[in-house]
């Protein structure tokens, strides 16, 4: 055998030496790599993947069954993937931030609006009857027959009551006197009369119900004379409300020169229980004259229904 033959044959013999070595070595590497992470390698062309190594790492270094399992081999194979996987492909641990707690806005405070202002006698102690009565009728124009006789009855028993009192009875009086019907009332006798003496709810003495009766005949005949009992009670201020601008309750006067005017001719006429005093009041709670305080929303409102133009019959 030449020479040449002889270098070529031992060049080959010595590369199959090292390419059985190297068959031996990636066959050991990879048997006890797949005992630690039996999911994590996988073959390329060309070598093992280093990235899907450090990957399983990363994904089973926290296993703490397989940790107690590892022989001393698998602990160096394990130091040593650590060390030859690239810094940049490493995943960064990520530190948790505490979640920031949003605290919701609390709702708006819902305020009530303010209660409207009224004449300063009516207070917080007044009672709901007469607190409606001042904001739904005291003030404002009546030009009903039915209504005017019902506020100058109730007006005249202010003697024995006060408002209050007389408006927890408005019901009851209103059923026993026909709602206010000056014909119905003009008729009844004796024994309707002694019937509504008897009733305990309303407590009226027999002379404040004669009364009632007999002004009810009083406007019978002025609804003759006149047309009708509205017509008559406006002519005393030339159909047309009495606007007053008090400030302060002591300016409010309890009675007035058209209150005593109409008075002196109910008076005339046969009327009851209809002094000066006692037709101001009338004429206050049927919006003849408007004394709400400037400062009452009551007054703005009842000045408005006052400069309406009004039909009177």
Known sequence: ???????????????????????????????????????????STSSLSLS??????????????????????????????????????????????????????????????????????????????????????????????NKLFELLAMSGLLMDYNWTEIL???????????????????????????????NKALALADSRIMCIVDNAKCIMKIVKECGSFSSYIWGYVNHKPIINRYRYPRNVPLRSPKAEALSKDLVKRGFRFVGPVIVHSFMQAAGLTIDHLVDCYRHSECVSLAERPWRHI
């Open 1 to 43: 055998m030449s020479k040449t033959n002889v270098r070529r044959h031992a060049l080959e013999k010595c590369r199959s030496v090292k390419e059985t070595q190297k068959i031996l070595n990636h066959g050991f590497f990879t048997r006890n790599l797949k005992k630690v992470y039996p999911i994590g390698l996988q073959k």
């Open 52 to 145: 899907s190594i450090s990957l399983s790492l990363s994904q089973n270094s926290n296993d703490s069954s397989q940790a107690d399992s590892l022989t001393p081999l698998d602990e160096k194979i394990s130091l040593a993937l650590r060390l030859i996987s690239p810094l940049d492909r490493r995943e960064p641990t990520i530190a948790s931030k505490p979640l920031q707690q949003h605290q919701s806005p609390s709702p708006p405070q819902i305020t009530e609006p303010e209660e409207f202002k009224r004449c300063n006698w009516i207070t917080k102690s007044s009672d709901k009857a007469y607190i409606e009565f001042h904001d739904e009728c005291w003030g404002v124009p009546a030009y009903d027959d």
């Open 168 to 198: 927890k009875r408005k019901e009851a009086l209103r059923e026993v006197f026909a709602g206010f019907d000056a014909n119905t009332v003009a008729k009844m006798e004796e024994k309707e009369i002694m019937e509504i003496a008897s």
